[in-house]
């Protein structure tokens, strides 16, 4: 994928800097992790340092020091999800300051001025957000309806299509019938790039999957497709194999601060008393700063090290937050160099074996049906020489 500020190999895995800035690590941890696009709010740079530093200094990435791309979501749901006092109309969201309470209003045509003088490389469309166990079928469609008449408001407002990309946003909750009929109208926008909305807001896996892969099936070829708000490796695994190129979230990072580590075989709590005297890497199948040895150039860093450190040292949970972040960036690259290799299907039994140690039984049932719809038999009994 070619952005204004360089090239992005997919499938991808993008950070989360919220307020311009991945807790706990500097532009230069980050760009040394691989990560060349990272995600920023709209929202909160919209309300701080405000549009007229970021039009004064020259965009978010001078702002932050980052030299590579940004996208930006659009502001909207963070509006509605952390705000109780939000109210949804034609003209935009509706609400109460959380600095002073004074009532304000995003608008699609606020959201793309905001994204411009962010200066994202991609940026999102406003839509409507509703949560997808929601039971009101009918404030769902309209959602849906609304998200696509936004869309054109969008467009219309966009003052620098040459240089920042607009990627349109499919809703329709759980309605596979919905999510096809946005679909249809989305394309039809040709937006450079076109995301999946609405999801991880806690709907069943499978019916996770069933909207990502209807939504896969019906999309351009040649365009980037962005599930938004996905994070845990699984998810990620899956939803490639369904068709997926992009994924954002706060998990790695969040989880990262409570003393979790991100690993090939599994989260590990690390704040557990029997790790206390564990002497071995984070990740033994690591390659990152902090699990590379100090005869190999790396930390060093032991399981026992960081749970000494958690709740008492902010160390680390900066420690854990770089391992973390390089995993899921290194765990993309394995899943692009397997697709490249035309091995992908090898790929995804390998990374299911690890984490649940090859005891089929135990492999969640949502993945092993989602795959089995892309041809990857999960259950197939791998030999000897694959378990090694």
């Known amino acids: 994928m070619i952005l204004p500020h360089g090239p992005?190999?997919?499938?991808?895995?993008?950070?989360?800097?919220?307020?311009a800035s991945l807790k706990g690590l500097t532009p230069e941890q980050l760009e040394s992790l691989?990560?060349?696009?990272?995600?920023?709010?709209?929202?909160?740079?919209?309300?701080?340092?405000?549009?007229?530093?970021?039009?004064?200094i020259g965009g978010a990435h001078r702002l932050q020091s980052w030299n590579h791309n940004i996208l930006t979501d659009s502001g909207g749901f963070q509006m509605v999800s952390l705000l109780k006092l939000a109210k949804v109309t034609e003209e935009g969201v509706k609400f109460l300051s959380p600095h002073d309470g004074t009532p304000m209003l995003l608008t699609p045509e606020h959201s793309m001025s905001l994204q411009n003088s962010i200066g994202s490389d991609i940026m999102m469309q406003l839509d409507d957000v509703i949560a997808t166990t929601s039971p009101d079928n009918e404030r769902i469609q309209e959602a849906m309806h609304r998200s696509i008449r936004w869309l054109d408001r969008c467009i219309e407002a966009h003052k620098y299509p040459e240089k920042q990309n607009l990627f349109c946003i499919i809703q329709g909750g759980l309605d596979l019938d919905l999510r096809r009929q946005c679909v249809e109208q989305m394309v039809k926008r040709d937006t450079p790039g076109i995301a999946i909305g609405g999801l991880s807001g806690g709907e069943e896996k499978a019916k996770y999957c069933s909207v990502v892969?209807?939504?896969t099936e019906m999309l351009p070829d040649m365009k980037p497709r962005y599930v938004m708000g996905v994070g845990y490796p699984e998810d990620l695994v899956v939803s490639v194999a369904l068709g997926a190129d992009m994924f954002d979230c706060v998990w790695p990072t969040r989880t990262a601060r409570f003393g979790n580590a991100v690993t090939?075989?599994?989260?590990?709590?690390?704040?557990?008393?029997?790790?206390?005297?564990?002497?071995?890497?984070?990740?033994?199948?690591?390659?990152?700063?902090?699990?590379?040895?100090?005869?190999a150039g790396g930390l060093g860093v032991t399981k026992a090290y960081i749970h000494h450190l958690t709740g008492k040292e902010t160390a680390g949970?900066?420690?854990?937050?770089?391992?973390?972040?390089?995993?899921?960036l290194n765990l993309m690259r394995?899943?692009?160099?397997?697709?490249?290799?035309?091995?992908?299907?090898?790929f995804v039994k390998e990374f299911f074996g690890k984490i649940y140690k090859y005891k089929?039984?135990?492999?969640?049932?949502?993945?092993?049906?989602?795959?089995?719809?892309?041809?990857?038999?999960?259950?197939?009994?791998?030999?000897?020489?694959?378990?090694?």
Request: glycine share 4%; aromatic share 6%.
């Open 317 to 328: 949970a900066h420690i854990l937050t770089m391992h973390n972040v390089h995993y899921l």
């Open 334 to 346: 394995k899943a692009r160099k397997a697709i490249i290799a035309d091995t992908y299907p090898e």
């Open 34 to 56: 691989g990560c060349r696009l990272c995600l920023n709010n709209t929202y909160h740079l919209g309300l701080k340092p405000g549009q007229a530093t970021l039009d004064t």
């Open 360 to 388: 089929i039984s135990d492999y969640p049932d949502w993945a092993v049906e989602a795959l089995k719809t892309v041809g990857i038999d999960l259950q197939h009994v791998p030999s000897a020489s694959e378990c090694t």
């Open 213 to 215: 892969r209807t939504c």
């Open 8 to 19: 992005v190999e997919l499938p991808m895995f993008m950070p989360v800097a919220t307020q």
């Open 264 to 295: 090939s075989r599994g989260t590990l709590n690390l704040r557990h008393a029997s790790y206390g005297t564990d002497f071995s890497p984070v990740d033994e199948d690591c390659d990152c700063l902090c699990c590379r040895s100090k005869e």
